[in-house]
């Protein structure tokens, strides 16, 4: 890596990408690198130059960033209004329904916050105006997605979006902020490939080989930058998070809505609350429990589908006719497969026989970057939502296999293996 250009390895990537994918290339992005006032300047020029804006944050980034942005763009003729997202998890129609109550000629949706993506698109694709997003972090997570899950009342709409994304990478600005969240996000690969592989081969599906290889490397990559000297696995972070933001949020989150880390990172944001270990300590109980499901292989014990769906429609205020629907259609789906599904399990077990150690260097890792360790009330939380993880989603991952082979009834028991 010793002559890694970051702006040269991403524009190429995406060029990659559009050749590869052609009429399937569902990303419609622009990457400039650069510091982020001098860049934004040039950006303002080329796609609102002269107009009205929107910038929207949470509290803390208004406090930090507002009086620059504002300064820098009313010296460019642009008048800045502000719109601040307090405190909340939960994407909603209510909630973003201030935003279209902004005047009609606003021209671009400014943004630094990755949190607030799902506003910013799904304000920017029905506005058809661009996304200006300067990143303040290395986590990049479900960044660029093109489809977006939104409550409506008590139902959980899908919502498919393509805005124009102008994207301004400031590696000063940014530095190794996030650095431990963004490893967290590389790891979670490793349950969701898992994941994806299982949903293609239940479902028939042909699998996205150039989506998979390229993510495979992410996580593989991911794990070994840790060890790099401060400065390069910074850069090797940012580019390995772009990477993988890229590729998902292309994929029509084939990835994505499979993940039951995706899946665990949903529930609690429907429940309005969410833990800093959130994504790492759920890669590790799927990692673990996917561990023990193809080394035990079935046992009798029923999964109930009405408990298990009235239990979601309570924790997250969906109707649980929604989640019993996607039950039904897996059990549909996974009727007179057991031969299949067990050979599956059986391949997976020796990818899995050393998912414990897996597990352990990878805590450690994320612990030496700064990550914190869960306490006993976030731990049993995290790890009794993961048992739900494969009931959220109508798609087929590894917590569906988990669930049919009878083993989450006995978590939910309280019984060890």
Not at 26 to 35: M, R, S, V, W
Not at 163 to 174: G, S, W
Not at 304 to 333: P, W
């Given at each position: 890596?010793?002559?890694?250009?970051?702006?040269?390895?991403?524009?190429?990537l995406?060029k990659?990408?559009k050749?590869?994918?052609?009429?399937?290339?569902?990303?419609p992005?622009?990457?400039?690198?650069?510091?982020?006032?001098?860049?934004?300047?040039?950006?303002?020029?080329?796609?609102?130059?002269?107009?009205?804006?929107?910038f929207l944050?949470?509290?803390?980034?208004?406090e930090?960033?507002?009086k620059?942005?504002?300064?820098?763009?009313?010296?460019?003729?642009?008048k800045l209004?502000?719109?601040?997202?307090?405190?909340?998890?939960?994407?909603?129609?209510?909630?973003?329904?201030?935003?279209f109550?902004?005047?009609?000629?606003?021209?671009?949706?400014?943004?630094?916050?990755?949190?607030?993506?799902?506003?910013?698109?799904?304000?920017?694709?029905?506005?058809?105006?661009?996304?200006?997003?300067?990143?303040?972090?290395?986590?990049?997570?479900?960044?660029?997605?093109?489809?977006?899950?939104?409550?409506?009342?008590?139902?959980?709409?899908?919502?498919?979006?393509?805005?124009?994304?102008?994207v301004?990478?400031?590696?000063e600005?940014?530095?190794?902020?996030?650095?431990?969240?963004?490893?967290?996000?590389?790891?979670?690969?490793?349950?969701?490939?898992?994941?994806y592989?299982?949903?293609?081969n239940?479902?028939n599906?042909?699998?996205?080989?150039?989506?998979?290889?390229?993510?495979?490397?992410?996580?593989t990559?991911?794990?070994k930058?840790?060890?790099?000297?401060?400065?390069?696995?910074?850069?090797?972070?940012?580019?390995?998070?772009i990477?993988?933001?890229?590729?998902g949020?292309?994929?029509?989150?084939?990835?994505?809505?499979?993940?039951?880390?995706?899946?665990?990172?949903?529930?609690?944001?429907?429940?309005?609350?969410?833990?800093?270990?959130?994504?790492?300590q759920?890669?590790?109980?799927?990692?673990?429990?996917?561990?023990?499901c193809?080394?035990?292989?079935?046992?009798?014990?029923?999964?109930?589908?009405?408990?298990r769906?009235?239990?979601?429609?309570?924790?997250?205020?969906?109707?649980?006719?929604?989640?019993?629907?996607?039950?039904?259609?897996?059990?549909?789906?996974?009727?007179?497969k057991?031969?299949?599904?067990?050979?599956?399990?059986?391949?997976?077990?020796?990818?899995?026989?050393?998912?414990?150690?897996?597990?352990?260097s990878?805590?450690?890792?994320?612990?030496?970057?700064g990550?914190k360790?869960?306490?006993?009330?976030?731990?049993?939380?995290?790890?009794?939502?993961?048992?739900?993880?494969?009931?959220?989603g109508?798609?087929?991952?590894?917590?569906t296999?988990v669930?049919?082979?009878?083993?989450t009834?006995?978590?939910?028991?309280?019984?060890?293996?």
């Amino acid at each position: 890596m010793a002559n890694f250009n970051l702006s040269e390895s991403l524009s190429n990537l995406v060029k990659d990408m559009k050749s590869h994918y052609k009429i399937k290339y569902a990303l419609p992005l622009n990457l400039y690198f650069g510091e982020r006032n001098e860049t934004l300047k040039k950006v303002i020029d080329l796609v609102a130059p002269f107009s009205t804006g929107v910038f929207l944050s949470t509290p803390s980034t208004f406090e930090k960033e507002e009086k620059s942005y504002r300064k820098m763009l009313n010296g460019k003729g642009i008048k800045l209004i502000n719109y601040i997202v307090d405190g909340t998890y939960r994407f909603t129609v209510e909630g973003v329904s201030g935003l279209f109550a902004l005047p009609d000629n606003i021209r671009f949706i400014l943004y630094s916050d990755k949190s607030l993506s799902p506003y910013a698109s799904y304000f920017a694709h029905f506005r058809k105006i661009p996304v200006i997003y300067i990143p303040n972090s290395l986590d990049f997570s479900n960044a660029f997605n093109n489809i977006i899950s939104i409550v409506n009342g008590e139902k959980l709409d899908y919502v498919k979006v393509k805005p124009q994304r102008e994207v301004i990478i400031d590696k000063e600005y940014i530095g190794e902020v996030g650095i431990a969240h963004a490893f967290a996000d590389l790891m979670s690969l490793l349950p969701t490939l898992t994941d994806y592989r299982i949903n293609c081969n239940i479902l028939n599906i042909k699998p996205d080989v150039y989506a998979y290889d390229h993510l495979k490397e992410c996580l593989t990559e991911g794990y070994k930058i840790a060890s790099m000297p401060k400065k390069s696995r910074a850069e090797m972070f940012l580019y390995y998070s772009i990477k993988k933001a890229l590729i998902g949020g292309n994929a029509l989150d084939a990835f994505t809505f499979v993940s039951a880390v995706y899946a665990v990172e949903s529930i609690f944001s429907l429940r309005d609350e969410c833990y800093e270990q959130l994504r790492l300590q759920s890669v590790i109980d799927l990692v673990n429990i996917y561990s023990v499901c193809f080394e035990t292989g079935s046992v009798l014990q029923v999964a109930n589908l009405n408990e298990r769906a009235e239990e979601l429609a309570k924790q997250t205020g969906i109707d649980e006719s929604h989640f019993m629907s996607n039950l039904i259609y897996q059990q549909a789906v996974l009727t007179g497969k057991t031969e299949r599904v067990e050979k599956l399990k059986e391949f997976l077990k020796r990818e899995f026989s050393t998912a414990s150690k897996t597990g352990e260097s990878i805590y450690k890792i994320y612990l030496s970057l700064g990550g914190k360790k869960a306490d006993s009330k976030a731990f049993k939380e995290i790890f009794y939502t993961v048992l739900r993880a494969g009931d959220f989603g109508r798609k087929i991952n590894g917590m569906t296999i988990v669930r049919e082979s009878g083993l989450t009834e006995k978590y939910l028991n309280g019984d060890k293996f």
